[in-house]
């Protein structure tokens, strides 16, 4: 299975080649002899690409994690085999097609030699700025065990598994009772257990939980499998290292946790590489995104500050992927008071469940109402998308007072990051009033997600906020 990892090493290989290539020409014939372009369509062209293919191929044979004081030293060897390797290929490679001749002996043994060290740099660099984006992005991850496994288990984590989670509790099974331990962290990244905690669902549905890691010695029973299936409904991938048990509902691949070889099971799977593609379209639209919104900010403002006086912009902390926090931000609508007159309003509430919509809304100014049904208010969230809060396109990020109120397989919703639009909003937006039916709309998003789906719900936005159809 190609997986992004490999994708990453695959790219700095090449690279790693580009480069070497460069100060091997230089070393060799000096800066008298610059690369022309041209030569990639000639037979030294077709050597290059030979070799670049060659690396390419070599990269997985030989990727394999190193962890631990000696790792540089193991990382040095691979580079050192491999470029070995490549090069006792491209001997037998040029004395069977009789290119010898038109190949430089010295430019391609100094290509080698530099190679060795240009690549094992290149996957030095890799590896320090993944520990240091895993440090700064780090998954928070529950691990389910039994009760006389438990010190193995976490001993294991802690030396084989992946740097970049991080366990916030585990869950003992304990003669069929489970029990809850929450697990702390100093400064130094040292952990301890620090409190037990009886009600381990309302743990689950209220902290952040990325990944569940099952390590029990019979997944396969009743119980465990309805612990599965809890966070399955709540949108939790599970982790399990034991192949003997059978689950029909959910998708199942292998998945490596750090060393650790574990199988993955989920309602639905993200590949990294989809969501850097997601990613990368929001930091384009979000750059473009906040360009328009320090215009339109120009001529909405004053307006909001001529009618209601200042703050212009609306902040909160509503809930984003998998229940994190975030500033919420858009251009204010509402007057000052809005929230302390929520509570008196709530008899006229709309909506069947726990999200709040009324008709003519008092608390709405006569600014609010224009940039409302224009749909300008929306604009300052670019910012969230730009920041990595939110996307363009996915669920509606609930307040910190719905999130509260959810069932477990409300929380599902959360699974991916929250989005400026979504299903919901194309689907006639104010103009659905059963919360259920909106995470039915959000779980289908989930369920079928892609690149091609995001850029219909874009389009259909746009045709949306033109028509006026379900805004107010």
């Not at 050597?47 to 190193?66: A, E, G, R, T």
């Not at 580079?79 to 004395?95: E, K, W």
């Not at 320090?128 to 009760?147: G, I, N, R």
């Not at 104010?430 to 989930?446: G, P």
């Amino acid at each position: 299975m190609i997986t992004s990892k490999r994708i990453r090493k695959t790219i700095v290989s090449l690279i790693s080649v580009v480069i070497s290539y460069l100060v091997a020409n230089i070393v060799r014939f000096g800066y008298d002899r610059p690369i022309d372009p041209r030569n990639m369509l000639t037979e030294q062209g077709g050597i290059f690409l030979f070799i670049s293919f060659l690396f390419v191929l070599l990269v997985y044979p030989f990727d394999k994690p190193h962890s631990g004081n000696r790792a540089i030293l193991r990382h040095f060897k691979d580079s050192v085999v491999v470029n070995i390797t490549a090069l006792s290929i491209f001997v037998v490679f040029i004395y069977i097609s009789h290119t010898s001749s038109s190949v430089s002996r010295g430019f391609f043994i100094w290509f080698f030699l530099v190679n060795c060290v240009v690549m094992f740099l290149a996957y030095r660099f890799l590896k320090l700025v993944k520990k240091d984006y895993e440090q700064t992005h780090k998954k928070m991850a529950v691990v389910f065990a039994d009760y006389d496994d438990v010190l193995t288990v976490m001993h294991n984590i802690v030396r084989y598994g992946a740097d970049d989670v991080q366990i916030k509790a585990i869950i003992v099974d304990k003669n069929n009772n489970y029990e809850l331990y929450r697990i702390d962290y100093d400064e130094k990244g040292h952990s301890k257990i620090s409190e037990f905690d009886k009600d381990y669902n309302e743990f689950i549905k209220r902290e952040i939980v990325d990944y569940a890691l099952i390590a029990a010695a019979s997944p396969g029973n009743t119980k465990t499998q309805n612990l599965i299936k809890l966070f399955e409904s709540m949108g939790v991938p599970c982790l399990i290292n034991y192949y003997n048990f059978d689950i029909v509902d959910f998708g199942v691949r292998p998945y490596n946790y750090g060393m650790i070889s574990t199988i993955e099971v989920a309602p639905r799977f993200f590949y990294e590489w989809e969501l850097m593609l997601k990613r990368v379209i929001d930091i384009i639209g979000g750059i473009v995104g906040c360009i328009l919104c320090v215009i339109i900010g120009l001529f909405v403002a004053p307006a909001i500050v001529i009618e209601d006086g200042f703050p212009f912009i609306f902040k909160q902390t509503r809930v984003g992927k998998n229940g994190r926090f975030f500033d919420f931000y858009k251009f204010r609508s509402m007057f000052r008071d809005a929230e302390e007159r929520k509570k008196d309003l709530m008899k006229n509430n709309e909506m069947n469940g726990l999200m709040f919509k009324m008709e003519n809304d008092p608390r709405i100014t006569k600014v609010g109402k224009f940039i409302r049904k224009t749909s300008l208010d929306e604009f300052p969230q670019f910012f969230s998308i730009l920041k990595g809060d939110m996307s363009l396109v996915g669920t509606r990020p609930p307040t910190v007072d719905e999130y509260n109120k959810y069932s477990n397989h409300h929380k599902r919703r959360l699974s991916l990051k929250p989005g400026l639009t979504g299903m919901w909003q194309v689907s006639g937006r104010s103009n659905i009033t059963d919360f259920e039916e909106i995470v039915k709309l959000d779980c289908y998003y989930i369920d079928n997600w892609s690149i091609i789906l995001d850029i219909k719900i874009l389009i259909m936005t746009v045709v949306v906020v033109f028509t006026g159809k379900g805004s107010k």
